[in-house]
């Protein structure tokens, strides 16, 4: 990541991070994390790195370049709803195709069922993510 520059400026995003009440603080040994809402910000003597833990894999995807600015320029919990905000639709238009597909191939009522109510749930998360903060 190219934030050497920024680095002081992202560091004021790690202390709201630590002064927000709602987040979970951990550490370690050789860093301290916080974890809002999947978000997770990690501070060790390689610098400040933020994550994205909702985005499912074996590893978590660190946040891209821009996203870094947005935390920057708006702060540790307006940054977090933001990523949310975008994961969230990434999830509902995977799942619209997925429904998409198994009304067009399979066709197990079940399955559809299933994926329906995964994406309700989804919806509900980012709606409230919208009634809460103006992004």
């Known amino acids: 990541m ?5 680095y002081s400026l992202l560091y ?3 202390e709201e991070a630590e ?8 550490s370690t040994p050789d860093e301290e994390a916080i974890l809002y809402k999947g978000i997770k910000i990690i501070y060790h003597r390689y610098g ?3 994550y994205n833990t909702k985005k499912g894999s074996f590893t978590y995807p660190e946040i891209e370049y821009d996203d870094y ?5 708006n702060g540790f919990r307006k940054g ?5 905000k975008r994961t969230y639709q990434d999830q509902i238009t995977t799942i619209n195709a997925k429904i998409q597909s198994e009304v067009n191939q399979r066709n197990n009522k079940k399955h559809y069922d299933s994926l329906k109510l995964k994406r309700d749930n989804i919806i509900n998360k980012y709606t409230q993510i919208i009634k809460h903060v103006k992004l």
């Open 2 to 6: 190219l934030l050497d520059d920024h």
């Open 12 to 14: 004021e995003v790690w």
């Open 19 to 26: 002064q927000d009440r709602l987040a979970i603080k951990m």
């Open 48 to 50: 400040i790195r933020i």
């Open 69 to 73: 600015l947005y935390f920057i320029d």
């Open 80 to 84: 977090v709803y933001y990523i949310l």
